[in-house]
Protein backbone atom coordinates (compact mmCIF):
# COMPACT_ATOMS: atom_id res chain seq x y z
CA UNK A 1 0.00 0.00 0.00
CA UNK A 2 2.77 2.45 -1.31
CA UNK A 3 2.67 4.98 -3.93
CA UNK A 4 5.29 3.26 -6.19
CA UNK A 5 7.15 6.19 -8.60
CA UNK A 6 9.47 5.10 -10.93
CA UNK A 7 11.06 6.02 -14.85
CA UNK A 8 10.76 2.63 -16.03
CA UNK A 9 10.26 -1.04 -14.70
CA UNK A 10 11.93 -3.72 -16.97
CA UNK A 11 11.40 -7.21 -16.16
CA UNK A 12 13.64 -9.50 -18.18
CA UNK A 13 13.27 -13.29 -18.46
CA UNK A 14 14.90 -16.54 -19.60
CA UNK A 15 13.83 -19.47 -21.31
CA UNK A 16 13.30 -21.40 -17.65
CA UNK A 17 12.76 -18.32 -15.41
CA UNK A 18 10.39 -15.48 -15.58
CA UNK A 19 9.81 -12.14 -13.48
CA UNK A 20 6.18 -12.36 -11.70
CA UNK A 21 4.71 -8.14 -11.45
CA UNK A 22 1.91 -8.30 -9.36
CA UNK A 23 0.30 -4.58 -8.92
CA UNK A 24 -2.49 -4.14 -6.56
CA UNK A 25 -3.31 -0.85 -8.12
CA UNK A 26 -0.27 1.70 -7.40
CA UNK A 27 1.71 1.54 -10.38
CA UNK A 28 0.94 4.00 -13.29
CA UNK A 29 3.11 4.41 -16.40
CA UNK A 30 4.46 1.52 -19.11
CA UNK A 31 6.32 -1.55 -18.28
CA UNK A 32 9.11 -3.13 -20.39
CA UNK A 33 8.33 -6.87 -19.63
CA UNK A 34 11.19 -8.91 -22.19
CA UNK A 35 9.46 -12.01 -22.87
CA UNK A 36 11.55 -14.86 -23.83
CA UNK A 37 10.72 -16.47 -27.05
CA UNK A 38 12.04 -19.80 -28.58
CA UNK A 39 14.30 -20.06 -31.74
CA UNK A 40 12.30 -21.14 -34.82
CA UNK A 41 12.51 -24.68 -35.83
CA UNK A 42 13.61 -26.37 -39.00
CA UNK A 43 10.67 -27.95 -40.12
CA UNK A 44 6.78 -27.68 -39.66
CA UNK A 45 5.58 -27.29 -36.13
CA UNK A 46 8.84 -27.43 -34.70
CA UNK A 47 10.43 -25.16 -32.34
CA UNK A 48 8.34 -21.49 -31.79
CA UNK A 49 6.50 -20.65 -28.85
CA UNK A 50 3.10 -19.95 -27.98
CA UNK A 51 2.70 -16.55 -26.15
CA UNK A 52 0.34 -13.80 -24.83
CA UNK A 53 0.91 -10.44 -24.42
CA UNK A 54 1.95 -9.55 -20.53
CA UNK A 55 0.96 -5.91 -21.27
CA UNK A 56 -1.88 -4.07 -23.11
CA UNK A 57 -1.98 -1.26 -25.79
CA UNK A 58 0.13 -2.69 -27.62
CA UNK A 59 0.48 -3.35 -31.53
CA UNK A 60 2.59 -4.93 -33.75
CA UNK A 61 4.02 -2.69 -36.54
CA UNK A 62 6.83 -0.78 -37.86
CA UNK A 63 7.57 0.16 -34.20
CA UNK A 64 7.24 -3.26 -32.96
CA UNK A 65 9.52 -4.97 -35.61
CA UNK A 66 12.47 -2.41 -35.29
CA UNK A 67 12.70 -2.94 -31.49
CA UNK A 68 13.07 -6.58 -31.72
CA UNK A 69 15.51 -7.10 -34.60
CA UNK A 70 15.54 -11.06 -33.48
CA UNK A 71 11.76 -11.91 -34.32
CA UNK A 72 11.91 -14.22 -36.87
CA UNK A 73 10.57 -12.45 -40.71
CA UNK A 74 9.98 -14.70 -43.85
CA UNK A 75 12.92 -14.28 -46.14
CA UNK A 76 10.90 -14.59 -49.46
CA UNK A 77 8.51 -12.35 -48.35
CA UNK A 78 9.39 -9.31 -46.34
CA UNK A 79 6.69 -8.07 -43.95
CA UNK A 80 5.63 -11.46 -43.13
CA UNK A 81 7.06 -12.55 -39.46
CA UNK A 82 6.74 -15.41 -37.37
CA UNK A 83 3.72 -13.72 -35.37
CA UNK A 84 0.68 -15.83 -35.52
CA UNK A 85 -2.51 -15.41 -34.09
CA UNK A 86 -4.57 -19.03 -34.65
CA UNK A 87 -7.73 -18.88 -37.00
CA UNK A 88 -10.47 -21.18 -35.29
CA UNK A 89 -12.29 -21.65 -38.38
CA UNK A 90 -9.41 -22.58 -40.84
CA UNK A 91 -8.28 -24.28 -38.17
CA UNK A 92 -4.70 -22.91 -39.32
CA UNK A 93 -2.08 -20.15 -37.58
CA UNK A 94 -2.09 -16.96 -40.34
CA UNK A 95 1.36 -14.70 -39.66
CA UNK A 96 0.83 -10.99 -39.38
CA UNK A 97 1.88 -9.16 -42.81
CA UNK A 98 2.58 -5.42 -42.49
CA UNK A 99 3.43 -5.51 -45.80
CA UNK A 100 6.81 -4.51 -47.67
CA UNK A 101 7.01 -1.35 -46.21
CA UNK A 102 5.81 -2.19 -42.90
CA UNK A 103 3.32 0.48 -42.60
CA UNK A 104 1.01 -2.10 -41.31
CA UNK A 105 -0.45 -1.91 -37.80
CA UNK A 106 -2.22 -5.00 -36.17
CA UNK A 107 -3.22 -4.35 -32.21
CA UNK A 108 -2.28 -7.10 -29.91
CA UNK A 109 -5.19 -8.24 -28.34
CA UNK A 110 -5.42 -8.74 -24.38
CA UNK A 111 -5.49 -12.65 -23.69
CA UNK A 112 -5.04 -13.55 -27.31
CA UNK A 113 -2.59 -16.47 -27.97
CA UNK A 114 0.12 -16.03 -30.63
CA UNK A 115 2.46 -18.46 -32.10
CA UNK A 116 5.73 -16.51 -32.31
CA UNK A 117 9.76 -16.97 -33.21
CA UNK A 118 13.16 -15.64 -32.65
CA UNK A 119 16.00 -16.17 -35.23
CA UNK A 120 18.04 -17.30 -32.03
CA UNK A 121 16.02 -17.79 -28.81
CA UNK A 122 15.89 -14.68 -27.07
CA UNK A 123 13.55 -12.60 -25.43
CA UNK A 124 11.02 -10.15 -27.33
CA UNK A 125 10.69 -6.61 -26.01
CA UNK A 126 6.50 -5.67 -24.79
CA UNK A 127 6.15 -2.20 -23.34
CA UNK A 128 2.97 -1.29 -22.43
CA UNK A 129 0.57 -0.60 -19.53
CA UNK A 130 -0.17 -4.05 -17.19
CA UNK A 131 -3.17 -4.95 -16.71
CA UNK A 132 -4.70 -5.86 -12.93
CA UNK A 133 -8.61 -6.56 -13.94
CA UNK A 134 -10.57 -8.95 -14.87
CA UNK A 135 -10.68 -9.69 -18.40
CA UNK A 136 -13.48 -12.66 -20.19
CA UNK A 137 -12.02 -14.22 -23.58
CA UNK A 138 -14.66 -15.53 -25.89
CA UNK A 139 -14.32 -18.90 -27.38
CA UNK A 140 -15.82 -20.47 -29.94
CA UNK A 141 -16.90 -24.31 -31.27
CA UNK A 142 -16.44 -23.40 -35.29
CA UNK A 143 -18.50 -25.46 -36.91
CA UNK A 144 -15.29 -25.88 -40.12
CA UNK A 145 -12.05 -26.45 -39.06
CA UNK A 146 -10.70 -28.14 -35.65
CA UNK A 147 -12.32 -25.47 -33.46
CA UNK A 148 -9.13 -24.99 -31.45
CA UNK A 149 -9.10 -21.60 -29.62
CA UNK A 150 -5.46 -20.34 -28.86
CA UNK A 151 -5.74 -17.96 -25.77
CA UNK A 152 -3.06 -16.77 -22.81
CA UNK A 153 -2.11 -15.27 -19.94
CA UNK A 154 -2.66 -11.38 -19.89
CA UNK A 155 -1.08 -10.69 -16.19
CA UNK A 156 2.88 -10.22 -16.03
CA UNK A 157 3.01 -12.64 -13.44
CA UNK A 158 2.19 -16.35 -13.30
CA UNK A 159 -1.81 -17.06 -12.58
CA UNK A 160 -2.43 -20.40 -10.31
CA UNK A 161 -3.89 -23.16 -12.62
CA UNK A 162 -6.25 -24.61 -10.35
CA UNK A 163 -7.97 -21.41 -9.47
CA UNK A 164 -7.94 -20.51 -13.03
CA UNK A 165 -9.13 -24.50 -14.48
CA UNK A 166 -11.89 -24.29 -11.44
CA UNK A 167 -12.80 -21.05 -12.86
CA UNK A 168 -13.39 -22.36 -16.26
CA UNK A 169 -13.56 -25.89 -16.76
CA UNK A 170 -17.34 -25.85 -17.75
CA UNK A 171 -16.26 -23.47 -20.63
CA UNK A 172 -14.51 -26.17 -22.23
CA UNK A 173 -15.82 -29.55 -24.23
CA UNK A 174 -16.33 -32.09 -21.71
CA UNK A 175 -18.63 -33.83 -24.48
CA UNK A 176 -14.86 -35.34 -26.49
CA UNK A 177 -12.66 -35.20 -23.33
CA UNK A 178 -11.46 -31.98 -23.80
CA UNK A 179 -12.03 -30.30 -20.44
CA UNK A 180 -8.06 -29.16 -20.35
CA UNK A 181 -5.56 -27.01 -21.89
CA UNK A 182 -2.73 -27.68 -23.66
CA UNK A 183 0.56 -26.59 -23.49
CA UNK A 184 3.19 -26.52 -26.75
CA UNK A 185 6.52 -27.86 -25.33
CA UNK A 186 8.62 -26.34 -28.22
CA UNK A 187 9.19 -29.70 -29.83
CA UNK A 188 7.34 -30.60 -33.02
CA UNK A 189 3.91 -31.70 -32.10
CA UNK A 190 4.41 -32.09 -28.51
CA UNK A 191 1.99 -30.92 -26.23
CA UNK A 192 1.83 -31.22 -21.90
CA UNK A 193 -1.83 -31.56 -21.12
CA UNK A 194 -3.18 -29.73 -17.51
CA UNK A 195 -6.67 -30.35 -16.13
CA UNK A 196 -8.12 -31.75 -12.75
CA UNK A 197 -6.05 -35.34 -13.06
CA UNK A 198 -2.26 -32.77 -12.24
CA UNK A 199 -4.13 -30.79 -9.78
CA UNK A 200 -5.03 -33.36 -7.41
CA UNK A 201 -1.39 -34.91 -8.41
CA UNK A 202 0.22 -33.97 -4.93
CA UNK A 203 3.59 -33.96 -6.47
CA UNK A 204 3.17 -30.76 -8.26
CA UNK A 205 1.40 -27.51 -8.71
CA UNK A 206 0.56 -26.47 -11.90
CA UNK A 207 1.04 -22.72 -12.75
CA UNK A 208 0.68 -20.56 -16.01
CA UNK A 209 3.94 -18.60 -16.70
CA UNK A 210 3.18 -14.79 -17.57
CA UNK A 211 2.68 -14.27 -21.11
CA UNK A 212 1.75 -18.32 -21.55
CA UNK A 213 -0.18 -19.15 -24.60
CA UNK A 214 -2.07 -22.52 -24.66
CA UNK A 215 -5.13 -24.15 -26.27
CA UNK A 216 -8.40 -25.04 -25.45
CA UNK A 217 -11.64 -26.37 -26.86
CA UNK A 218 -14.78 -24.63 -26.30
CA UNK A 219 -18.19 -26.52 -24.94
CA UNK A 220 -21.00 -26.41 -27.16
CA UNK A 221 -22.36 -23.21 -28.78
CA UNK A 222 -18.89 -21.84 -27.54
CA UNK A 223 -18.07 -20.09 -24.20
CA UNK A 224 -16.43 -17.41 -21.82
CA UNK A 225 -12.88 -18.20 -20.58
CA UNK A 226 -11.84 -15.83 -17.02
CA UNK A 227 -9.26 -14.05 -16.31
CA UNK A 228 -9.22 -13.18 -12.62
CA UNK A 229 -6.73 -10.81 -10.82
CA UNK A 230 -7.01 -13.26 -7.75
CA UNK A 231 -5.59 -16.08 -10.08
CA UNK A 232 -2.34 -14.01 -10.13
CA UNK A 233 0.81 -15.46 -7.89
CA UNK A 234 4.35 -15.77 -7.88
CA UNK A 235 6.56 -18.59 -9.48
CA UNK A 236 9.44 -20.19 -9.85
CA UNK A 237 12.42 -20.88 -12.52
CA UNK A 238 9.23 -23.35 -14.05
CA UNK A 239 5.23 -23.59 -14.22
CA UNK A 240 4.79 -25.70 -10.95
CA UNK A 241 6.63 -26.13 -8.02
CA UNK A 242 7.10 -29.51 -5.80
CA UNK A 243 5.33 -30.26 -2.27
CA UNK A 244 1.69 -29.60 -2.89
CA UNK A 245 -0.19 -31.05 0.02
CA UNK A 246 -2.09 -34.26 -1.03
CA UNK A 247 -5.83 -34.11 -1.34
CA UNK A 248 -6.90 -37.39 -2.26
CA UNK A 249 -4.78 -40.67 -2.94
CA UNK A 250 -3.25 -40.60 -6.36
CA UNK A 251 -0.45 -42.53 -7.95
CA UNK A 252 0.69 -42.12 -11.51
CA UNK A 253 2.36 -44.18 -14.04
CA UNK A 254 3.86 -42.41 -16.88
CA UNK A 255 4.86 -44.35 -19.99
CA UNK A 256 7.57 -43.22 -22.63
CA UNK A 257 8.00 -44.31 -25.93
CA UNK A 258 11.46 -43.87 -27.11
CA UNK A 259 13.09 -43.93 -30.74
CA UNK A 260 16.47 -42.56 -31.67
CA UNK A 261 15.05 -39.17 -32.27
CA UNK A 262 11.53 -38.91 -30.24
CA UNK A 263 10.23 -39.15 -26.98
CA UNK A 264 6.55 -39.20 -26.54
CA UNK A 265 4.76 -39.64 -22.62
CA UNK A 266 1.44 -40.47 -22.08
CA UNK A 267 0.17 -40.40 -18.42
CA UNK A 268 -2.04 -42.96 -16.47
CA UNK A 269 -3.55 -41.70 -13.06
CA UNK A 270 -5.16 -43.49 -10.22
CA UNK A 271 -6.98 -41.46 -8.04
CA UNK A 272 -9.31 -41.47 -5.45
CA UNK A 273 -13.31 -41.38 -6.75
CA UNK A 274 -12.93 -41.71 -10.77
CA UNK A 275 -14.12 -44.39 -13.31
CA UNK A 276 -12.53 -46.90 -15.68
CA UNK A 277 -14.96 -44.85 -17.86
CA UNK A 278 -15.09 -41.13 -19.38
CA UNK A 279 -14.51 -38.80 -16.27
CA UNK A 280 -14.92 -35.04 -17.66
CA UNK A 281 -11.60 -33.01 -16.32
CA UNK A 282 -9.81 -36.04 -15.22
CA UNK A 283 -9.23 -37.75 -18.78
CA UNK A 284 -7.76 -35.55 -21.62
CA UNK A 285 -7.63 -36.65 -24.74
CA UNK A 286 -4.35 -35.97 -26.95
CA UNK A 287 -4.08 -32.73 -29.39
CA UNK A 288 -5.74 -32.90 -32.50
CA UNK A 289 -5.15 -29.65 -34.16
CA UNK A 290 -2.44 -30.60 -35.99
CA UNK A 291 -1.13 -34.51 -37.57
CA UNK A 292 0.99 -36.65 -35.80
CA UNK A 293 2.90 -39.78 -36.90
CA UNK A 294 4.91 -40.73 -33.33
CA UNK A 295 2.85 -41.11 -30.44
CA UNK A 296 1.86 -42.63 -27.35
CA UNK A 297 -1.76 -42.84 -25.58
CA UNK A 298 -4.16 -44.76 -24.05
CA UNK A 299 -7.89 -46.21 -25.01
CA UNK A 300 -10.66 -45.99 -22.14
CA UNK A 301 -11.76 -49.18 -20.38
CA UNK A 302 -15.24 -47.98 -20.37
CA UNK A 303 -17.71 -45.88 -22.58
CA UNK A 304 -15.93 -47.12 -25.66
CA UNK A 305 -14.78 -43.96 -28.22
CA UNK A 306 -12.67 -43.33 -31.05
CA UNK A 307 -10.16 -40.73 -29.19
CA UNK A 308 -6.40 -41.32 -28.02
CA UNK A 309 -5.73 -40.44 -24.30
CA UNK A 310 -3.30 -38.27 -23.34
CA UNK A 311 -4.59 -38.85 -19.43
CA UNK A 312 -6.39 -41.38 -18.31
CA UNK A 313 -7.74 -41.73 -14.76
CA UNK A 314 -8.57 -44.17 -13.16
CA UNK A 315 -9.92 -45.76 -9.73
CA UNK A 316 -7.12 -45.40 -6.95
CA UNK A 317 -6.95 -49.24 -6.10
CA UNK A 318 -6.90 -50.33 -9.74
CA UNK A 319 -3.10 -50.56 -9.81
CA UNK A 320 -3.43 -53.76 -8.18
CA UNK A 321 -4.71 -55.36 -11.19
CA UNK A 322 -5.95 -53.53 -14.56
CA UNK A 323 -5.30 -53.85 -17.70
CA UNK A 324 -4.86 -50.77 -19.95
CA UNK A 325 -4.35 -50.77 -23.77
CA UNK A 326 -1.83 -48.43 -25.38
CA UNK A 327 -2.28 -47.13 -28.25
CA UNK A 328 1.28 -46.30 -29.84
CA UNK A 329 2.30 -45.06 -33.70
CA UNK A 330 5.32 -45.08 -35.61
CA UNK A 331 6.15 -45.66 -38.59
CA UNK A 332 7.95 -49.11 -40.20
CA UNK A 333 11.21 -50.25 -39.38
CA UNK A 334 12.51 -47.79 -36.41
CA UNK A 335 13.85 -49.24 -33.36
CA UNK A 336 11.38 -48.42 -30.69
CA UNK A 337 11.53 -49.08 -26.34
CA UNK A 338 8.54 -48.26 -23.78
CA UNK A 339 9.49 -47.98 -20.54
CA UNK A 340 8.64 -46.23 -16.96
CA UNK A 341 9.41 -42.84 -17.28
CA UNK A 342 10.76 -40.59 -14.14
CA UNK A 343 8.22 -38.59 -12.11
CA UNK A 344 6.04 -42.07 -12.33
CA UNK A 345 4.91 -42.62 -8.27
CA UNK A 346 3.07 -45.92 -8.14
CA UNK A 347 3.54 -47.69 -4.58
CA UNK A 348 6.76 -50.00 -4.71
CA UNK A 349 4.75 -52.87 -4.61
CA UNK A 350 3.13 -52.62 -7.77
CA UNK A 351 4.54 -54.30 -10.75
CA UNK A 352 4.44 -52.93 -14.17
CA UNK A 353 4.17 -55.32 -17.55
CA UNK A 354 4.19 -54.75 -20.79
CA UNK A 355 2.24 -57.13 -23.13
CA UNK A 356 3.12 -57.73 -26.81
CA UNK A 357 0.13 -59.55 -28.22
CA UNK A 358 1.78 -59.86 -31.41
CA UNK A 359 4.89 -61.87 -29.95
CA UNK A 360 2.42 -63.42 -27.05
CA UNK A 361 5.39 -61.69 -24.71
CA UNK A 362 5.42 -60.41 -21.02
CA UNK A 363 8.02 -57.84 -20.25
CA UNK A 364 8.73 -56.22 -16.56
CA UNK A 365 8.95 -53.14 -17.34
CA UNK A 366 10.16 -52.48 -13.80
CA UNK A 367 13.05 -54.05 -14.28
CA UNK A 368 13.61 -52.69 -18.20
CA UNK A 369 12.39 -51.33 -21.10
CA UNK A 370 10.91 -53.17 -23.78
CA UNK A 371 13.15 -53.09 -27.42
CA UNK A 372 11.61 -53.65 -31.00
CA UNK A 373 11.57 -53.07 -34.56
CA UNK A 374 8.35 -51.02 -35.81
CA UNK A 375 5.98 -52.30 -38.15
CA UNK A 376 3.27 -49.40 -39.54
CA UNK A 377 2.00 -48.82 -36.24
CA UNK A 378 -1.04 -47.03 -35.38
CA UNK A 379 -4.01 -49.12 -33.37
CA UNK A 380 -4.59 -50.14 -29.82
CA UNK A 381 -4.82 -54.04 -30.07
CA UNK A 382 -1.01 -54.78 -29.80
CA UNK A 383 0.50 -53.70 -26.67
CA UNK A 384 -0.98 -53.55 -23.52
CA UNK A 385 0.07 -52.83 -19.86
CA UNK A 386 -0.74 -54.92 -16.91
CA UNK A 387 -0.15 -53.33 -12.98
CA UNK A 388 0.00 -56.26 -10.39
CA UNK A 389 0.48 -56.45 -6.51
CA UNK A 390 2.07 -60.08 -7.23
CA UNK A 391 4.79 -61.02 -9.80
CA UNK A 392 3.04 -63.12 -12.76
CA UNK A 393 3.60 -66.66 -12.77
CA UNK A 394 2.42 -69.34 -15.06
CA UNK A 395 -0.73 -70.33 -13.29
CA UNK A 396 -1.68 -66.44 -13.92
CA UNK A 397 -2.40 -67.15 -17.69
CA UNK A 398 -5.33 -68.12 -19.44
CA UNK A 399 -5.24 -71.08 -21.80
CA UNK A 400 -4.91 -69.91 -24.59
CA UNK A 401 -2.44 -67.97 -24.20
Known amino acids: NVIFTFNTITLNSTSTSFPSLI ?3 WIAGEVNYNRYINRIGASAGGGNDLISSP ?10 VSNNPKLAENESTLGVFAFAPYNVTAGAYENFNIGTDYSGSIPLETGAGYRVATTDGSPLNFRGQITRNPLTISITDASQGN ?42 NKWTVWNS ?17 FFVKAKSGGGLVKFMP ?18 RNVALSKLKL ?20 MDSGYDAATFSGSSVDFSIATSLLEDATSLNFAIQS ?21 ELSIGIEEGSTLPSTITVYLEDAETN ?15 NLNSANRFYVHYSSKSLSVEDMQSDD
Open 197 to 213: ATIVDPNIQTFIAPGQG
Open 230 to 247: EMRTTGTSDDFILGRQVK
Open 258 to 277: SSAKNNEVTSIYFIEGTTKG
Open 361 to 375: TFTSLTAKPYTFTST
Open 23 to 25: DKG
Open 55 to 64: VTGMRFDAYF
Open 147 to 188: AWNLIGNPYPSYIDFEAFFTANATEFDSRNAYQAIYGYTGMS
Open 314 to 334: LPYDDFNDVVVPLVIKSKAGV
